[in-house]
């Protein structure tokens, strides 16, 4: 229940994906304490759904990136008007502040 909660947040607002990442490193070190497994342990043994340990976990990080993927179209397919006549304006990387390298 808690990464929907916290998961929505993350989709609206404009949060880059260092700060996601810097969120689930806090909440991997404390699950990893609670669950007293070695910090050598791999993330892929954490949040692996073929492993013969399946933990009722996901990685935060995955499920914001497959959310910013999935963000525009659910805004145009909304059953809101109001919503569906927003268009979504993606950024492109200059205004982000990152430079392309060739």
């Excluded at 990136?65 to 999935?70: D, E, H, L, P």
């Excluded at 569906?84 to 205004?95: A, C, D, F, R």
Aim: glycine fraction near 2%; charge should be positive.
């Amino acid at each position: 229940m808690l990464i929907p909660k916290l998961l929505w947040p993350l989709l609206v607002y404009d949060i880059c994906s260092s700060t996601v990442e810097a969120i689930e490193a806090k909440i991997n070190k404390y699950t990893r304490k609670w669950l007293e497994v070695p910090p050598g342990l791999s993330d892929v043994a954490m949040y692996c759904r073929k492993a013969k340990l399946k933990l009722p976990m996901k990685s935060i990080l995955e499920e914001y990136k497959c959310g910013k993927a999935r963000l525009p179209t659910m805004l145009e397919e909304s059953d809101d008007p109001v919503v569906k006549t927003v268009q979504p304006s993606l950024k492109k990387l200059e205004e982000s502040g990152r430079s392309q390298k060739p």
